[in-house]
């Protein structure tokens, strides 16, 4: 099992920037993947940036992409953290955010497979 735990988040206006963090620990199997996904009211869950804990490659979706940047560092033995550092937000990037954990990675979409999910932060940018 994996354990997600997250904290950022809140509002800010259209140009700001707000900071998201995931401290993940429990089975490295499960958390092969990291990211996080938003979810807006009556729209589907989507996929926004992710990072490989193998090589640390990377996926933005490209909505996000050069205004998103997703990192990591080692907390300690068997845990680290998830960043997602949201730069130039717009109005549409408004949802709930939440970080994710899973066993697989893809280079083309990110987080799939078997998915662990974070209780989820609100973001809202007014325009």
């Known amino acids: 099992a994996v354990q997600l735990v997250e904290s950022g988040g809140g509002s800010v206006q259209a140009g700001g920037s707000l900071k998201l963090s995931c401290t993940a620990s429990?089975?490295?199997?499960?958390?092969?993947?990291m990211g996080w996904f938003r979810q807006a009211p009556g729209k589907e869950r989507e996929a926004v940036a992710a990072i490989y804990s193998g090589d640390g490659g990377t996926y933005y979706r490209d909505s996000v992409k050069d205004r998103f940047t997703i990192s990591r560092d080692n907390v300690e033995n068997r845990m680290y953290r998830v960043y997602l550092d949201m730069d130039s937000l717009k109005p549409e990037d408004t949802a709930m955010y939440y970080c994710a954990a899973a066993t697989d990675w893809y280079i083309d979409r990110g987080c799939a497979g078997q998915i662990t999910w974070g209780q989820g932060t609100q973001v809202t940018v007014s325009s």
């Open positions: 429990g089975s490295t199997y499960m958390r092969n993947c």
